[in-house]
């Protein structure tokens, strides 16, 4: 339970709370994930604050990702907030990969121009998204073969603890930019601050 507004809200987990509320922004309807609740005119709202803690982030890197091939490690909560930013930021395919295949078809039925790939198959890419969780333990390693795809892709960590997880490692060993989700992390929260407070 947590307390907005002077409002006790329950708050389970991202996408059980949306029956609860009484409106949802037009990214949180897209993406049928809420992380963010206000109180606006008497109405609970849910919002979804990661996308514009994504935009921001890559702006911030000074990375241009216009007509770009980006490729999806996973499709947990956060994937379908990268891929609504990612569309809006104009990039020209967006692949996604997961272990289990059935979640990648859940992200695919969100947004049906994606492509899917099987977990281990390896798409040309300009930039690949570890949305896994494989990385928050400092031994994981994501069994993938990296070893073919050339130098100068971005490597992007929605981790950011620890800082450098073996995935970006991996991506900096072989030549590639790499960057964790600390700076998502951080303006995704000042837009959910914005919503609270209006400054």
Same mark, same amino acid.
């Given at each position: 339970?947590?307390?907005?507004?002077? *409002?006790?809200?329950?708050? #389970?987990?991202?996408?059980?709370?949306?029956?609860?509320?009484?409106?949802?922004?037009?990214?949180?309807?897209?993406?049928?994930?809420?992380?963010?609740?206000?109180?606006?005119?008497?109405?609970?709202?849910?919002?979804?604050?990661?996308?514009?803690?994504?935009?921001? /982030?890559?702006?911030?890197?000074?990375?241009? *990702?216009?007509?770009?091939?980006?490729?999806?490690?996973?499709?947990?909560?956060?994937?379908?907030?990268?891929?609504? /930013?990612?569309?809006?930021?104009?990039?020209?395919?967006?692949?996604?990969?997961?272990?289990?295949?059935?979640? /990648?078809?859940?992200?695919?039925?969100?947004?049906?121009?994606?492509? *899917?790939?099987?977990?281990?198959?390896? #798409?040309?890419?300009?930039?690949?998204?570890?949305?896994?969780?494989?990385?928050?333990?400092?031994?994981?390693?994501?069994?993938?073969?990296?070893?073919?795809?050339?130098?100068?892709?971005?490597?992007?960590?929605?981790?950011?603890?620890?800082?450098?997880?073996?995935?970006?490692?991996?991506?900096?060993?072989?030549?590639?930019?790499?960057?964790?989700?600390?700076?998502?992390? *951080?303006?995704?929260?000042?837009? /959910?601050?914005?919503?609270?407070?209006?400054?």
């Amino acid at each position: 339970e947590k307390r907005i507004n002077g *409002i006790n809200i329950t708050v #389970p987990f991202k996408n059980m709370v949306i029956p609860y509320l009484d409106q949802l922004s037009i990214e949180a309807e897209r993406t049928k994930s809420v992380n963010t609740v206000y109180l606006k005119d008497e109405k609970v709202i849910g919002h979804n604050t990661d996308i514009d803690g994504f935009e921001s /982030a890559i702006k911030k890197i000074n990375f241009r *990702i216009v007509n770009k091939k980006i490729f999806i490690l996973g499709a947990g909560g956060v994937v379908t907030s990268i891929v609504y /930013a990612l569309i809006k930021m104009g990039v020209t395919n967006i692949f996604i990969s997961n272990r289990t295949k059935a979640k /990648a078809q859940m992200v695919k039925d969100i947004f049906n121009n994606i492509n *899917i790939v099987d977990w281990g198959d390896i #798409p040309e890419f300009d930039v690949i998204i570890n949305a896994t969780s494989l990385g928050l333990n400092k031994n994981d390693t994501i069994e993938l073969d990296f070893s073919s795809i050339g130098k100068n892709k971005l490597f992007y960590d929605v981790i950011y603890n620890p800082s450098e997880t073996n995935f970006l490692k991996t991506g900096k060993k072989l030549g590639n930019r790499c960057e964790n989700g600390k700076l998502m992390f *951080i303006y995704q929260a000042l837009s /959910a601050f914005k919503l609270w407070h209006g400054v």
